[in-house]
């Protein structure tokens, strides 16, 4: 973004930033803003006119100071506000013509000589003879001059003469300092030309230090498919070839030579699709290579909002870039894609920077351990397309998740994920979520000997709940019971009409 240059002009307004999803990312929506600021016309200051005073004849006459001249403060150009979402533009500028200066006012002083001056009105002095000059007379300019003062010979020699002994004295000290032994065996580091033999080392749980033990098991994957080809990150899961990644980031590789891999060291090796699920939207891919370094897989459950985290991975095909941010939020409720395609995500938020390019890559700790796989970023409804850089809002899937769903996918090639057995009813406007009052496509709101009705949880009711955390949106529900496994028992608050209970209610198993 360029900063506007100073002019005289209207103050700006801020435009709302464009948000965008990482390459194949699933684009969250965000509730838009429209400004619309109108620009101050400028206006021209009056032109300030003063006639010069004739000098008066007396010789004792004071300086008079010159006056002030007005300066217009400098503003800043305004910018207008574009119809839809889009990169800041600047409005058509406009001049300001500046206020006329008014003259100085001149009065005679004594000058070197003795003789009155005028007090100069620009880079020049005017001056009258003495007396005042007729009306109309011409103004004559008179330069005043110092008088020149000069050094006598006593004065030069002897300085002469001191300049020579100093010189002198000084080579002779410098020379005998050159051979002063505690200097030559001073115990100094030694250089050496040998690369990265004398690099300075960092602590393991700097930002550096974590870079350094985690890159090399950081990959950048390429997919070549019918709408052309595609970028986006992953990494080692296991030494023996297995990596994980996004879903998002494979699912448009066509044929068996459509994944490369290439590793931090610049080698390069084909993939093959392993296992994948658009509802967590991961997948599990294997490279034919041994004694790869996996990442460790930390325990998500254990982070806090506030904790410093590094993402890692290849933003814009960038391999191997880092950057840096804290947690920003936990359980935020992301359902990406579209209506036959949607991951529901249990996300970890970031404003660490993920760009396109950055999905499936790690999201660590401090320790270095990965906590979430980053897949998405935010994008506000309406866009025209473009994609926008970082806006400190990514979204990273937590690595709990992760682990259970690449252990199913490495076994079996497809995951499974819980669920309650309720239709919910989109177009609910209050407290809780509600459930719907009718089926659709031939299921009932409630599923027959599912795990709701067993629960006792009937079509028309309000979940408030789950496990004492309120929810207020259907999606808030659905990713709060696709964090846990199937068979997991859970506790709702429901409630009937004006009466509320809480249920206990164990999750059955759904797959792809």
Known sequence: ?????????????????LFASPSGA?????????????????????????????????????PVPPAAEPTAPPQWPGAQQPAQPGPWSLAAQQSVAPPAQSPHTAQPVRGYDGTPFGLPTDSTSQAWPPGAPPAGAPMKVVRVRKRRRSLSVAWVVPMLVLAMLAGLLGGILGANLTHDDHLASADLPAHTDEAGADAPSRAPDSVAGIAESVLPSVVSIQAIGADGTSTGSGFVLREDGYLL?????????????ALTVTFSDGHERAARVVGATSDYDLAVIKVDEKGLEPLVLGDSADVAVGDPVVAIGAPLGLAGTVTTGIISALNRPVSAG???????????????AINPGNSGGPL????GEVIGINSAIAQPPGGTGSVAGS??????????????????????????????????????????VKVATEGQNGTGPVTA????????????????????????DPDELIVAIRAHEPGDVIELSVRTGDAQRTVRVTLDEAGD
């Open 26 to 62: 699933r684009p969250i929506p965000a509730s838009p803003t429209a400004p619309d600021p109108a620009a101050a016309e400028p206006t021209a200051a009056p032109a300030v006119t003063q006639p010069v005073p004739q000098p008066s004849p007396s010789p004792q006459a004071s």
């Open 245 to 257: 990644t996004n879903n998002h980031v494979v699912a448009g590789a066509a044929g068996d030579d």
């Open 364 to 367: 660590v700790d401090m320790a």
């Open 449 to 472: 000997d599912g795990p709701a009705d067993r629960a006792g949880i009937r079509a028309g009711d309000v979940i408030l709940a789950i496990d004492g955390r309120p929810v207020t």
């Open 391 to 432: 806006i400190g809002l990514g979204f990273a899937i937590p690595s709990n998740q992760a682990r259970r769903t690449a252990e199913q996918l490495i076994e079996t090639g497809h995951a499974t994920y819980p669920i309650v057995g309720v239709l919910l009813d989109q177009s609910y406007v209050g407290e809780g």
């Open 338 to 352: 579209d209506a036959s395609d949607t991951a529901f995500i249990n996300a970890i938020q970031t404003d660490a």
């Open 1 to 17: 973004m360029t900063t506007p240059d100073e002019r005289p002009g209207t103050q700006p307004e801020p435009t709302p930033p």
